[in-house]
């Protein structure tokens, strides 16, 4: 298919082509124009194929045996491109390098930029780090964004961002974003924290220290960046020891970021009364690799004998421990002994149990009339909790129970007939659950019963 190449009417016999694909062979031909019209064609002209202009090669230059030729083209694209900020005129964008550079270092990269409705991209800037912002947008307007790396061979093709970007102000609520929150620093020593946040608009912050507004002398300062909260302490103090509260505010919402300030001194001078003393102390500086999981306190008494044994308290409930101990005299401190084994700090515990003599599994016979009394001791580790019924369901409200941590004791005065029957004792705690019963019958015989019978298992049945 021919097609025109020349724009308008060439004076002359002489016409340079241009726009041409390179390695493609064209054929061309030439008509004449006059005011009556345009003439038939020329004969086409051989094939042309489209290259720079070439010379026969030179001689070659020889190497030495060993070394290598360096092959250099251009550069892959750049990576994935990410947008890292929008204000209301301008785009900051940041990329990754190409995966392969050509050979050559990359020198350079291009930005282009390309408006909505447009047609055509065009060169925003040039760059030699792998981020730009281009400034100079028209807010509310919708632009998208490519790059492509330069290096001495030429440009790679561009890499184009995924979506279109609006510019115009972000909102964003304010975020913190903190690695840990305690801080220490030892006494007399200097302490920088620096909080990295994130907030569109800018957010106002404030800072609290124990509940009360945090104040700047000439050693203690605060204040904030675009992007960084800071606070500084110069030579601290035991007073600058606290719970530090940021509150962050903007139009989007509100965050605190919590900053706990730890400064190690040597232990104070211990609080004493007439049988106790009360010892402070930071922690190491050096904690040893590992979690520190708690202190050895150690005393020796000066005035009296030592003792050799020792009630160690205020542990921490199922925690696992172990003990050592050494002796001390005016030379110095023995050898520590190792306590054989682990101990678990907790409440020993034992299975319920209802001490009642064989006795008692037989049938209790008692007069109409009298008073039934029967006492149980009762074992266990936490004290169980005690519960009698009479054939499986509630006592009825004339009896009388009391429970203590070692025993249990059921009261019926006036027996009658309605009071004949089983009489079960159920002991339970965390670590089980005992049951024992009593088969209680009430006599019609007119003969005499003893007044008192006492039952090895402390149990006694007292007639009245």
């Known amino acids: 298919m021919w097609y025109r190449i020349s724009k308008g009417l060439v004076k002359g016999n002489i016409f340079k082509s241009s726009g041409l694909e390179d390695g493609v062979a064209y054929e061309f031909r030439v008509m004449a124009e006059n005011m009556a019209g345009i003439g038939k064609p020329s004969k086409a002209s051989e094939p042309i194929l489209a290259l720079d202009p070439v010379d026969p090669p030179g001689q070659p230059v020889p190497i030495s045996t060993g070394e290598s030729v360096k092959v250099s083209e251009k550069p892959q694209p750049p990576g994935k491109i990410t947008l890292k900020d929008v204000t209301k005129n301008s785009v900051t964008l940041s990329w990754e390098k190409p995966e392969h550079d050509g050979g050559s270092r990359v020198g350079c990269y291009v930005v282009e930029i390309l408006p ?108 904030a960046t675009d992007t960084m909260l800071n606070l500084t302490i110069n030579e601290a103090t035991k007073d600058d020891v606290g719970h530090y509260i940021i509150t962050l505010t903007n139009t989007a919402g509100e965050t605190k970021a919590d900053i706990g300030i730890v400064v190690l001194d040597k232990p104070g001078q211990p609080d004493t009364t007439r049988t106790s003393v009360f010892l402070s102390w930071g922690k190491p500086i050096s904690d040893g690799g590992c979690e520190i999981q708690g202190y050895i306190v150690e005393c020796c008494s000066t005035t009296a004998e030592a003792p050799t044994k020792f009630e160690v308290a205020n542990l921490k409930e ?147």
């Not at 060169?123 to 912002?133: D, N, Y």
């Not at 970007?165 to 974003?177: F, R």
């Not at 700090?345 to 299975?351: G, L, M, T, V």
């Open 116 to 223: 909505k409705g447009a047609d055509k991209w065009t060169q925003a800037l040039i760059v030699k780090e792998t981020e730009a912002t281009i400034s100079g947008l028209n807010a509310g307007e919708e632009y998208m964004f490519r790059v492509a790396a330069r290096n001495e061979k030429g440009t790679s093709d561009p890499r184009q961002i995924g979506v279109p970007v609006i510019v115009k102000d972000l909102v964003i609520a304010p975020a913190v974003k903190m690695l840990f929150n305690t801080f220490t620093v030892l006494a007399g020593e200097d302490l920088k924290v620096e909080v990295p946040y994130i907030a569109r608009p800018k957010a106002t912050v404030s800072w609290v220290k124990d509940g009360l507004p945090l104040k700047r002398t000439s050693r203690v300062n605060f204040g």
């Open 318 to 464: 199922n925690q696992a421990y172990k003990f050592r101990v050494c002796a001390i005299n005016k030379v110095g401190v023995g050898e520590h002994a190792d306590v054989a084994g682990i101990v678990v700090a907790k409440d020993r515990a034992d299975e319920p149990d209802l001490d009642i003599d064989p006795e008692l599994r037989k049938i209790v016979t008692i007069k109409a009339g009298a008073s039934l009394r029967l006492f149980i001791p009762i074992k266990g580790r936490p004290t169980p909790t005690i519960k009698w019924d009479k054939d499986e369901a509630p006592l009825k409200e004339s009896a009388q129970v009391e429970i203590t941590s070692s025993y249990t004791l059921l009261v019926i005065d006036k027996m009658s007939r309605n009071d004949s029957g089983k009489y079960t004792v159920s002991a339970e705690n965390s670590s089980g659950t005992k049951s024992a019963f009593v088969v209680v019958r009430l006599s019609t015989s007119s003969g005499s019963l003893p007044r008192t019978v006492m039952v090895k298992a402390m149990v006694w049945i007292h007639l009245l």
